[in-house]
């Protein structure tokens, strides 16, 4: 492992796209403590500490800090997030979209990409519009007219404009998905005051605590168990032999070969828990920034709140927490089976095999080999959406043992899945270059 990484710094490629991308991550930590102008730090740190159990929680912990302290990045990536559900939406609805999607090549994907960027600079505009509207009572701004919101609201704009840039940035030279490796820093910059929170578990006003020990031990143990289920999952696959007969390439003949399809559980690695995460919290996060006491109000709103936030807050009733939990689920299955078909097209791999002299044993080519795939495929994905959905709703039914938030389930799930998807890149471009992989010692 350390030798693979020592020989990844000696290469200069990926040496630079490493320090490339450290160096906008760092940007990226960096921006999470300018606040906007006009803000009143001390009014902001008390109005943000009252309301630290409500949804702005999990904000905070997705943009690293930046939403508690209001600074330019106080958005985080959110609203590209919701915009490219939306954009995927209206892919399965509007034909010319689908065949964008589909069919367009790279011009269509640079398309889809310029559509969801104007999404997003929109979603942008009406959360920073409702920021400064539901804080400007609180009096968090040290002036409540026009000129200072509109100051506050380009200032979030920016902020998250330039983080869309530093994603690109980051997937095109870089190494890792962008957006990923930007929700990846901001929950790992959490980590050491979850730490010491687990600390006090031990140690209560300066006392040694037995009972907090054990929870401490509980809450080690059960990360340790997490982080290896995940791992085993995102590592696991099921292999579908393929054999091909013997052909004539050129002037010679080419034997017989027997290879295998790789279905992986989690094809669609940590995105449909990003986005289901994001689906679920935006209505909340809405919600509270244009109607700021919400909480202590009732109706159709409070109830869609409640239902929101049941991942975040432990302050709504159990039948809250339950459709929510449910809810998410659903939405992490589908999300998983909608990201993998996008990536695993089971009838043009079955075309792609039959054009190659190719089968798989005992199913005849052509449709019953797309058909075949499917059905593989679909109980694949289910078993990894269901595994996936089931630990990031686990923390919502141990609250009560005062679990951290940075170590609840989606994050472990999105901090894990990263780093194995940044260490199979990492590990291919050093294959390439004939150094050993992760896996040998």
């Known amino acids: 492992m350390f030798n693979t990484i020592k020989n990844a710094l000696k290469t200069p490629e990926i040496r630079k796209k490493i320090l490339f991308t450290l160096l906008l991550l760092v940007i990226f930590r960096l921006g999470c403590y300018i606040t906007i102008p006009g803000v009143d730090i001390v009014t902001l740190e008390s109005t943000m500490s009252a309301s630290s159990n409500s949804v702005t929680g999990m904000i905070n912990m997705i943009s690293g800090g930046a939403f508690s302290r209001l600074s330019i990045f106080a958005m985080s990536i959110t609203p590209y997030i ?29 398309k889809i990409d310029r559509y969801t960027k104007i999404i997003t600079v929109v979603l942008a505009l009406v959360e920073g519009l409702g920021i400064y509207l539901s804080y400007r009572s609180s009096g968090i701004f040290v002036d409540s007219g ?90 696991a696959e099921r292999r579908i032999p393929v054999q091909y007969s013997k052909k004539v390439v050129g002037r010679r003949m080419v034997g017989a070969q027997n290879t295998h399809i790789p279905i992986k559980p989690a094809m669609a690695s940590v995105m449909p828990i990003i986005f289901a995460s994001s689906f679920m919290t935006f209505p909340a996060m809405i919600i509270q920034l244009f109607i700021s006491d919400i909480e202590n109000q009732a109706g159709f709103w409070r109830v869609i709140y409640n239902l929101s936030i049941a991942s975040s807050s432990s302050n709504v009733g159990w039948q809250y927490t339950i459709i929510n ?53 679909s109980k694949v994905v289910l078993f990894g959406g269901i595994f996936l959905a089931v630990i990031a709703i686990l923390p919502m039914l141990i609250r009560f043992i005062g679990l951290s938030t940075a170590f609840a389930g989606t994050s472990i799930l999105i901090v894990v899945g990263v780093a194995i998807e940044l260490s199979q890149q990492l590990q291919s471009q050093l294959v390439m270059r004939h150094y050993k992989g992760f896996l040998e010692n």
């Open 82 to 110: 919701t915009a490219s559900i939306v954009i995927q939406l209206l892919g399965m609805i509007i034909p010319s979209l689908e065949r964008l999607t589909k069919e367009g090549g790279e011009e269509g994907r640079k």
């Open 325 to 377: 939990a449910i809810i998410y689920l659903l939405l992490i299955v589908g999300f998983t089976y909608f990201y993998t078909y996008a990536t695993f097209n089971p009838a043009e791999v079955a075309s792609n095999i039959k054009q190659n002299g190719g089968f798989i044993p005992g199913i005849r080519a052509g449709k019953p080999t797309s058909d075949y795939l499917s059905s593989v495929l």
């Open 146 to 235: 026009a000129l200072t919101g509109a100051v506050v609201v380009i200032s979030l704009m920016a902020g998250t404009s330039l983080l869309m840039w530093l994603g690109d940035k980051i997937t095109s030279v870089g190494i890792g998905n962008g957006i990923s490796m930007l929700i990846f820093a901001g929950i790992v910059s959490s980590l050491p005051s979850a730490v010491l929170g687990i600390g006090s578990l031990i140690f209560v006003d300066g006392a040694f605590s037995t009972i907090g020990l054990l929870k401490a031990i509980g809450i080690v143990i059960g990360v340790l168990i997490l982080v290896t289920g995940i791992v085993f999952v995102q590592l």
